[in-house]
């Protein structure tokens, strides 16, 4: 199935050559968040895993889609020196959904969480997008009613989105029964059970579970077949059990630092850098390194879903 940049977007967002190309002629294109690079990693080596995670989906002869917000304009791939400017500028805005009009309006920049990556890539016409994880439902929601924006992005964007679960920080029953409700269809890629990030498994099941990229281009022709609200679909992929944080030390450093939190009384937007700021320093950087082993698997298993899409 090719796709094509919607005509509305085209004002709006501006590609860089290769995706418009790309996307024109209906080649597999990937999606990539730039908060990883801004926010997520320590400089230089955030430049360098920027660059990495654009060849991973480049030797899987796909186009990849690094999405940032320049001076007010949504781009939708950038060259090196846009890539350079977003892991060194210092200031650079952490931008949701819910920002994108305000930094347009104002010529700010920013790097794109996973619910404005959604929503620009899916605006641009792109099907595909690899993360770590997902945002999701806070523990003790019932109190403060803290959820990420990524959950209402996704029950209202046709994306499919390679992730290995969502942050373990996070309720992720409530995360899962929260997804059920908005209507957002959830896959096991050769796993039967939710991913821990982390970790390679939650211990938390999922009702389906596929074996190959074809068969998630599948679903997604299923998803436009049937038609009906316009939800993602979520492949979640595990962690190889090899790679992922000892689950005794994540358990132990994780029970420490919402100890911590809620003795410092850290709550809403400061909670999760809080959060996984503790496990970085608590583990030694093993989850940090855990964390990008799940990014190369779910970039790697995006750029094959691409060309089965492609392909379709």
């Known amino acids: 199935m090719k796709l094509t940049m919607r005509t509305t977007a085209d004002s709006v967002l501006q590609p860089s050559d290769e995706v418009a190309e790309a996307l024109a002629g209906g080649a597999p294109v990937v999606a990539l968040e730039s908060t990883i690079i801004s926010h997520g990693l320590p400089q230089p080596r955030n430049l360098e895993v920027a660059r990495e995670l654009e060849g991973v989906v480049r030797a899987a002869g796909a186009v990849p889609a ?39 309006a104002l010529k ?29 439902v806070h523990r003790g929601w ?13 029950a ?7 992730c290995a679960g969502v942050k373990s920080i996070l309720d992720v029953p409530a995360t899962l029964q929260r997804l059920e409700t908005r209507g957002v269809s959830v896959v096991g890629y050769r796993t039967d059970t939710f991913p821990g990030f982390y970790l390679h498994s939650s211990g938390q ?21 049937l038609g009906g609200q316009e939800t993602a679909l979520i492949v979640a992929n595990p962690i190889p059990t090899d790679r992922q944080l000892d689950p005794e030390l994540h358990d132990r450093v994780l029970g420490e630092a919402l100890a911590a939190a809620e003795r410092s009384g850290v709550k809403g937007q400061a909670i999760t850098p809080f959060l996984l700021g503790y496990l970085v320093d608590g583990t030694g950087g093993a989850s940090l390194e855990a964390n990008l082993a799940a990014v190369r698997g779910n970039t790697a298993l995006a750029a094959q879903i691409a060309l089965a899409w492609a392909r379709s």
Do not use: H
């Open 205 to 225: 099941p999922i009702d389906w579970r596929i074996e190959s990229p074809e068969e998630a281009a599948a679903v997604m022709r299923g998803q436009d077949a």
């Open 142 to 154: 019932i109190e403060d009613q803290d959820e990420s924006a990524d959950l209402d992005t996704l």
């Open 156 to 162: 209202r964007t046709r994306i499919t989105v390679v």
């Open 108 to 136: 700010a920049s920013g790097a794109t969480t996973v619910s404005a990556t959604s929503f620009l890539a899916a605006r641009a016409g792109i099907r595909i997008f690899a993360t770590g994880g997902l945002g999701g």
């Open 66 to 104: 690094t999405i940032a917000v320049l001076d007010g304009v949504p781009r939708i791939g950038l060259n090196e020196l846009e890539l350079e400017r977003i892991a060194t500028e210092p200031g650079l805005r952490k931008l949701g959904q819910r920002d994108l009009p305000v930094a347009a």
